[in-house]
């Protein structure tokens, strides 16, 4: 069977979590499709396997750095590691009441106080308390500095972070070693308060502080103790960084559902329940996480071998989906990831007319036509990054910001571009993961068109990109996607002066101030007016090039129950501690 919806949630809040490379409790169910095993154990988990796929294979317990910050680090985490939110059935947010209660105490100044559950902890039996806040705060506030510097001169961050907005507003909070109860204060007004130290977001304080060598965390932070504090950063940064078929078991502990049991290299990653949580205890006992490359999940999900499948969208998956029959539940809908090519500023491409001749070849049209409406037949090309086309105010931003010159190639200009400059010939290498067909097949499209117009266009896709290419500089123009949400701020550290998601190295003093400006507006009108105005001013800097909304992809056996499609960047496991294995009649 197929299911289509389209996604429409909007919110006012704005951030929560950095892109990644949510009151009452969510209601995280949905109806589904087989699993292994069944019988309840005594805890209300039953002692069933349930196996999903995912594309990539994890590599940090620490999903919050900016080398780390990955999807495929998120799939496994979704519950393992929780918080005071997380995001809901829609990809909005969903406060975690079972974690703790946040509070808004005061407007002026922001005041907001947050509570752990009495009985949250970590599944070594240590709480959960203010150590762990204060390590979130400081990790992200960008506050702490190394001793290194850069080329400039100017230190460098102690702490690496995917996305330091709305920390580096908070001043110190205000706690002791072992509270329970935290109070923020900012320094200024900030739209997304209810947004902070969500579900992944907090990680163990005490585990930090003992391989730091650091017997009181809070007071080396709090008193800014360069070398406590550089060992704990470094620790943080590399410490959790996993080395595959290893499960660093003392060190990557649970404070969700689930915890993290065993690690085959280059096969797959087990979770088990964590019988040490204190809230809902997960529907199933095991959980395996299979690493399978997108074109092979459609033949191991109608052999059983996985019950779950979320691949990246292309016709011959779906079709491939669709002839396994009712057996399996297809759900296709919107999603908060976004394809885009990013020019690497400290290569050739900090050239502006490049960049311009550059756009001006890349037949975006064509790659919608030729490879996402064979599965989504509305498809569009996306010109905007902070809205995507399904979400509203997408319309507004674009005729406020847009002019249409990159909506078909003009290959006369760019080669214009090119001779006048005395640059024909001028190598792109077009950085991405490989193996992606669909990508290869980008690529293949943009050499045919700009290559007519003077440049060399060449694949460098690589295995490593994320790890090797992306993050080292190690390409021209990356093609790849951010996923993410509604939270529209979630985006300030993509393009932002220093920003943890800025792999390109853009900088422009104008989008700096107006990233800080949206950050204080809760009027949405204002927000757009403002996005808008940053959108703008990508487009003249062709600091980016937005191609496509992700036409959202997911499949399950319907001999499971609780698979269910969310738009935002939790994807697939969001719910895995809902998911269970019918019961047969």
């Known amino acids: 069977m197929i299911t289509t919806r389209r996604t429409t949630a909007a919110l006012t809040l704005l951030v929560g979590g950095a892109l990644v490379i949510s009151g009452c409790s969510a209601d995280r169910g949905g109806s589904g499709g087989s699993g292994s095993g069944g019988g309840d154990s005594s805890s209300g988990t039953s002692n069933a396997t349930i196996t999903v796929a995912h594309e990539q ?224 205890p997960a529907k199933t006992g095991t959980i395996v996480i299979r690493f399978i490359d997108a074109t092979a999940q459609a033949q191991a999900l109608a052999n059983g071998e996985i019950q779950v499948a979320r691949p990246q969208p292309a016709q011959d998956i779906l079709a491939q989906l669709q002839a396994i029959g009712d057996s399996v539940k297809i759900d296709q809908a919107d999603e908060y990831t976004f394809e885009h090519l990013d020019p690497n500023f400290a290569g050739v491409m900090a050239d502006a007319d490049l960049r311009r001749a550059f756009a001006l070849c890349v037949p975006r049209q064509q790659i919608v036509d030729n490879l996402i409406k064979p599965v989504n037949e509305n498809a569009t090309v996306l010109n905007a990054r902070f809205k995507l086309a399904f979400q509203e105010g997408y319309d507004q931003v674009v005729q406020a910001s847009y002019t249409g010159q990159y909506d078909q190639p003009n290959i006369a200009e760019a080669k214009q571009i090119l001779d006048s400059k005395g640059a024909a010939g001028t190598t792109v290498r077009i950085g991405y993961q490989t193996p992606n067909q669909r990508r290869t097949d980008a690529v293949a499209l943009i050499k045919a068109s700009c290559d007519q117009a003077g440049f060399n266009i060449q694949d460098a896709g ?124």
Do not use: R
Request: hydrophobic share 35%; aromatic share 10%; charged share 15%.
């Open 57 to 280: 294979e994890f590599n940090s317990y620490n999903n919050n750095t900016a080398d780390q910050n990955a999807v495929q680090n998120t799939v496994v985490l979704n519950n393992v590691l929780g918080g005071f939110w997380d995001f809901g059935p829609d990809g909005g947010i969903e406060d975690d009441a079972e974690f703790g209660t946040v509070e808004q105490t005061s407007e002026d100044p922001l005041t907001i106080q947050y509570t752990f559950a009495d009985d949250a902890a970590w599944s070594d039996g240590e709480p959960i308390d203010c150590d762990d806040l204060m390590l979130t705060w400081a990790a992200n506030s960008g506050k702490f500095t190394s001793t290194e510097t850069d080329e400039d001169g100017n230190p460098l961050s102690g702490f690496s972070s995917a996305g330091t907005t709305g920390y580096e507003d908070m001043n110190t909070p205000e706690c002791a070693a072992g509270d329970k109860q935290a109070t923020i204060t900012y320094a200024q007004p900030f739209a997304d308060w209810a947004g902070m130290f969500g579900a992944g977001s907090i990680m163990p304080a005490h585990i930090v502080a003992q391989q730091a060598g650091v017997d009181d965390l809070i007071g080396a932070l709090t008193s800014n103790n360069a070398e406590q504090v550089a060992a704990l950063a470094d620790f943080y940064n590399t410490g959790f960084i996993g080395t595959p078929g290893t499960v660093d078991a003392d060190n990557w502990l649970s404070s969700g559902p689930y915890k993290i049991d065993s690690w085959q290299a280059g096969q797959s990653i087990t979770l088990t329940a964590n019988e040490e949580y204190w809230g809902t």
């Open 462 to 585: 690589q295995e490593d990109f994320f790890g090797n290419g992306l993050a080292a500089g190690n390409f021209d123009v990356a093609l790849f996607a951010w996923s993410g949400s509604p939270l529209v701020s979630s985006s300030a550290s993509t393009y932002v002066t220093g920003g943890g998601n800025n792999n390109g190295k853009y900088s422009n003093p104008q989008v700096d101030q107006l990233t800080a400006t949206l950050l204080t507006q809760t009027d949405t009108a204002q927000q757009d007016e403002t996005i808008a105005q940053i959108e703008k001013i990508l487009w003249d800097d062709v600091a980016t090039i937005p191609v496509f909304t992700f036409p959202g992809l997911q499949a399950n056996s319907t001999n499971v129950t609780g698979p269910s499609f969310q738009p935002a960047q939790s994807q697939q496991t969001w719910n895995d501690d809902t998911w269970a294995v019918a019961q047969q009649s």
